[in-house]
Each structure stands twice: as C-alpha cells, then as structure tokens.
C-alpha cells in the first residue's frame, strides 16, 4: 500500500542534497567552459547555484522514481570558442563528475563528525536535528556518487562520451559522439533493471570508501 506520509519523508530528505547535486554539476560544467573561453552558459544565465536555472522535469521525475538517479538541464556549451575544442570539452565534461566527487567527499565528511559525537550524552533536541542531517548527509554522498558514475557511462550525450572522445582520433571521436540512441540504451538499462546492476556496485563501493 502506497504510504504517502513515508514518501513525503523521504522526498524531503533528497530534496537537498539532489538539488546541490544537480546545481553544481552543472554549473561547473558552465564555469569550466566560461575559463576556457566559452561564454554561452554565462550569457544564458547558467553560472549559478539557483536550481531552478538547472532543474529538468523529466530527470525530476526520475530522481522521485528511483530515489537515486535524476538529471539537470543541460548547460549549453559552444566548442568553437575552445582553443583545442576536442581537448577543452573532455575537461568541460569532466567538470561535472568531479563537482558530484566533491559534494560526495563533503557529505561524508558531515557524515563521519556525526558519527564521531557521544550521542549518549547529547540532549534530545540536538538528537532531533541531528538524525535529519545524518539522513541527509547520508543520501547526499549516495546521489552524489550515483550522479558522478551514472553521468561516467561512455554513452552519448552523458559526460561519459565527451571524456572519452577526448582520447580518441579526430574522425573516430566525431562518429562516435554522432552517435544518437545513447539515452535510448540508458532508458532500456533502467527499465531492465541492468542501469543499477552496473553502476551500483561501484556507488557503494565508493561509498564505504569515503565512510573508512
């Protein structure tokens, strides 16, 4: 039985960190490309950590459904600007897994300092703020992990794609970035249960990792 009062809960608790999550991310694709030279995600107003500039119904939706996997909009990037455009755009794309590593790093941080606390003598009230913040904490090093390996899949469009068409021939890389039914293959991974098989393990790898 669909239990909203549990689902309102749970909504509330990856509002935050989703929302940080798809906000740096794509910023620090737009900062990136604005340092190399592109001015197109500044001048589209994309250089900001207010989400509604970034959020994406559809990848919403997908965050509500899957409690772990959503996307932003995209940030415009023009790669004419790009001195070596094959080069600048792997570095542009990678821009954003690293942001979700960061925020990662940073929650677990938060994360391991509750840990560490004597909740045995801690007062009821601060027990009352700091279980939200330890659930909080918690879910943001999940998604971020989860948004950092997800956008890793070298599938086209994701960031994934760019990073390693950095390190392929000029031609090659063309073709393979031409490439149009990627998010088709990640929509059918979901739908089959696979998307999660694969990039799962390495999530709560990296999860117990940051947590040692």
Same mark, same amino acid.
């Given at each position: 039985?669909? #239990?909203?009062?549990?689902?309102?809960k749970?909504l509330?608790?990856?509002?935050?960190?989703?929302?940080?999550a798809?906000?740096?991310?794509? /910023? /620090?694709? *737009?900062?990136?490309?604005?340092?190399? *030279?592109d001015?197109t /995600?500044?001048?589209?107003?994309?250089?900001?950590?207010?989400?509604?500039?970034?959020? #994406?119904?559809?990848g919403?939706?997908?965050?509500?459904?899957?409690r772990?996997?959503?996307?932003a909009?995209?940030?415009?990037?023009?790669?004419s600007?790009?001195?070596?455009?094959? &080069?600048?755009?792997?570095?542009v794309?990678l821009?954003?897994?690293?942001?979700?590593?960061?925020?990662?790093?940073?929650?677990?941080?938060?994360?391991?300092?509750?840990?560490?606390?004597?909740?045995?003598?801690i007062?009821p009230?601060?027990?009352?703020?700091?279980?939200?913040?330890?659930?909080?904490a918690?879910? *943001?090093?999940?998604?971020? =992990?989860?948004?950092?390996?997800?956008?890793?899949?070298?599938?086209?469009?994701?960031? *994934?794609?760019?990073?390693?068409?950095?390190?392929?021939? &000029?031609?090659?890389?063309?073709?393979?970035?031409?490439?149009k039914?990627?998010?088709?293959?990640?929509?059918?991974?979901?739908?089959?249960? =696979?998307?999660?098989?694969i990039?799962?393990?390495?999530?709560?790898f990296?999860?117990?990792?940051? =947590?040692?």
């Open positions: 039985m669909f #239990d909203i009062a549990n689902t309102i749970e509330s608790i990856l509002a935050l960190p989703f929302l940080l798809i906000t740096c991310h794509e /910023a /620090a694709h *737009g900062y990136v490309a604005w340092l190399l *030279g001015p /995600a500044k001048n589209a107003g994309r250089l900001t950590l207010n989400p509604l500039r970034h959020l #994406d119904p559809m919403t939706l997908a965050l509500v459904l899957t772990m996997i959503g996307w909009k995209p940030v415009p990037v023009n790669p600007y790009f001195k070596n455009p094959q &080069r600048d755009m792997m570095l794309s821009a954003g897994p690293a942001a979700n590593m960061i925020l990662a790093i940073m929650f677990a941080m938060i994360l391991k300092g509750i840990f560490a606390l004597d909740l045995q003598n007062s009230n601060m027990l009352r703020v700091l279980e939200p913040t330890a659930l909080i918690k879910t *943001g090093v999940i998604i971020n =992990l989860a948004l950092c390996f997800f956008n890793l899949l070298p599938l086209p469009p994701l960031d *994934g794609s760019k990073i390693l068409a950095g390190f392929l021939p &000029r031609e090659a890389a063309y073709k393979y970035l031409s490439f039914y990627g998010f088709v293959i990640v929509i059918l991974l979901a739908v089959l249960g =696979l998307l999660g098989k990039i799962s393990p390495v999530i709560f990296f999860y117990k990792l940051l =947590l040692s």
